[in-house]
């Protein structure tokens, strides 16, 4: 059975501040990805990573793939406001069709 | 206008009814799921559909049912069976099933039971 962990689940960082979300997760899969949601709305895709070593980045914000580490990381650079929001990474079946979803890193920037 | 509509956007549900949650698309797309989320979770699965007339159950099917009649449609119902209903129901679709295709989300139904 596929695990996804998250961590932090809670984050609370300064504006201009740089911070690193990680999502673990355990078994093989090359295929990750990360979604936004604002309170009380539904998901908003960010990044689609398909395959190892893959680097992708909008914005402030940068998701990469380590496949051999089953590691994906999304780092925050130079916090604002406008980033609050709890950030989901989903991890697919080697098989298709299927996400498994983490549980979420609540993320608060503070003025 | 294109998209994933769910309706309606909060229901609310006597103990002991049944409930149907809409899911559309106009995408064209293959596939489509429907996720149940929990306050303060993640996403978990209830059912998917990667073709017309076939779907599979998800981790959590018990207490609900599905049927994919149409490719734009995949409706949900939520049964007296299911014990604890109250949440908020994604429906997601993707272009195809299969490695790397990238699930979209609709706006969600959220669900009380009273």
């Known amino acids: 059975e596929l695990k996804v962990e998250q961590n932090p689940l809670f984050l609370s960082m300064q504006e201009g501040k740089n911070y690193t979300i990680y999502c673990n997760y355990s078994t093989t899969s090359d295929r990750l990805y990360w979604y936004r949601q604002d309170p009380g709305k539904s998901l908003e895709s960010l990044f689609v990573?398909?395959?190892?070593?893959a680097v992708k980045q909008e914005g402030r914000l940068m998701a990469s793939l380590d496949t051999k580490a089953r590691l994906s990381t999304l780092h925050i650079t130079a916090a604002v406001h406008d980033l609050s929001a709890t950030y989901f990474c989903?991890?697919?079946?080697?098989?298709?069709?299927?996400?498994?979803f983490g549980e979420g890193t609540q993320l608060t920037v503070n003025p | 206008d294109g998209g994933i509509t769910q309706s309606p956007k909060y229901l609310f549900r006597k103990e002991g009814q049944n409930v149907t949650l809409s899911c559309e698309q106009n995408?064209?797309?293959?596939?489509m799921y429907w996720y149940r989320q929990d306050p303060g979770q993640g996403l978990r699965l209830i059912y998917y559909?990667?073709?017309?007339?076939?779907?599979q159950k998800g981790d959590i099917a018990e207490g609900y049912s599905v049927s994919r009649e149409k490719k734009e449609s995949f409706p949900l119902t939520v049964t007296s069976a299911q014990k604890n209903p109250t949440a908020f129901y994604l429906c997601?679709?993707?272009?195809?099933?299969?490695?790397?295709?990238?699930?979209?989300f609709g706006p969600g139904t959220r669900l009380t039971v009273l």
């Open positions: 989903a991890v697919e079946e080697t098989s298709g069709s299927r996400l498994t």
């Open positions: 990573l398909l395959s190892n070593g």
């Open positions: 995408l064209n797309h293959d596939a």
């Open positions: 559909s990667q073709i017309v007339n076939d779907f």
């Open positions: 997601a679709t993707s272009r195809i099933a299969g490695v790397g295709n990238e699930q979209f």
